[in-house]
């Protein structure tokens, strides 16, 4: 996937004003757009631009660009980092693929998932009332949060508009009850914290979508954690009970004999809480001790004399 710069695309420095963006558009596009324009590439060229004012007209499409979008050269090659529109506040709701069949890979990849694609989102109604548009964010909880719940502090980034027109992030605070057992890709709901409706009309809602922070021991799959467990060769080859230490507190592991690495374990009911809860899934990594010491050496040594054992055997059949 290739980098887009959407500011070199309408001619516009990365300041330009919503009026100084409007004006690069109206100009492009009455020298681009097909029924008028004599150049030979007109059809191409106006869907770069059709593509770049989709995002840079609005404040919070740009706002988040803004960020991603420093580095990188148009045409380079391109991935957008994990997670890299978390944090972010947006209204409406996402493009759907068909929406963005005439765009590029890069602004689907972006902006075609974003925002309201929750079920039970929406909008305002027309009418002298009109209820509040729900508002949309992704977030990024530890792991931890899940197992304990509780409530905690979430700060967005919400993108606004001078009297200049230009695009800058305001930071809102919220302090936000996470359940116990929420999964990844599940939809926190704040009633009331959307946009203000209209008329006396309640306002809407902030739908948060929950992802996880990567975590240097646990990786969550749905309610089941994911664990590499580290074992001596002896408790691999004989077999061995090993204590080990959760976040919400210790269990007592059998390590079945002949155990190899790459194996798996389940301990079922020590993962993500719910109805049923999640199971934890063990991959054994069987640790070498070091021959750096004398002892160690004549041990490993020992064993190479003894054992007679070559790993290679069952490969060369």
């Not at 506040?89 to 068909?98: D, H, L, M, T, V």
């Not at 389940?266 to 063990?282: F, S, T, Y």
């Amino acid at each position: 996937m290739q980098f887009k710069d959407y500011y070199q695309t309408l001619g516009v420095a990365r300041d330009a004003t919503a009026e100084d963006i409007k004006k690069a558009f109206r100009k492009l596009a009455r020298k681009y757009h097909p029924d008028v324009s004599k150049e030979s590439d007109a059809e191409s060229r106006m869907r770069e631009v059709n593509e770049a004012y989709a995002v840079l007209s609005d404040p919070e499409k740009r706002a988040a660009y803004d960020q991603l979008g420093r580095g990188p050269q148009p045409g380079q090659e391109f991935r957008p980092p994990p997670d890299w529109d978390a944090g972010f506040e947006f209204s409406g709701r996402g493009y759907s693929p068909q929406e963005t069949a005439d765009f590029s890979d890069f602004f689907a990849e972006l902006f075609g998932r974003m925002g309201g694609a929750h079920p039970g989102a929406r909008g305002g109604h027309a009418g002298f009332r009109a209820q509040g548009e729900d508002h949309h964010a992704k977030v990024l909880l530890d792991i931890e949060d899940a197992l304990n719940g509780g409530t905690r502090q979430i700060s967005l980034r919400v993108p606004q508009v001078d009297a200049q027109g230009r695009v800058h992030l305001a930071t809102r605070t919220l302090n936000v009850k996470v359940p116990k057992g929420v999964r990844a890709g599940q939809v926190i709901r704040l009633a009331g914290q959307g946009a203000p409706g209209t008329g006396g009309a309640p306002a809407g809602d902030l739908l948060l979508e929950v992802q996880f922070k990567p975590h240097p021991r646990y990786r969550a799959e749905g309610r089941d954690l994911h664990l590499t467990l580290p074992v001596a060769p002896w408790e691999a080859a004989l077999g061995a009970i090993v204590p080990l230490d959760l976040p919400h507190g210790s269990v007592k592991v059998r390590i079945p004999e002949g155990a190899q690495s790459g194996q798996s374990l389940r301990v079922r009911g020590h993962g993500l809480p719910g109805e049923p809860p999640g199971d934890l899934l063990l991959d054994i990594r069987v640790v070498l001790p070091p021959a750096s010491t004398p002892k160690g050496r004549e041990l490993y040594e020992t064993m190479a004399r003894e054992l007679a054992f070559d790993p290679r055997r069952q490969e060369r059949g």
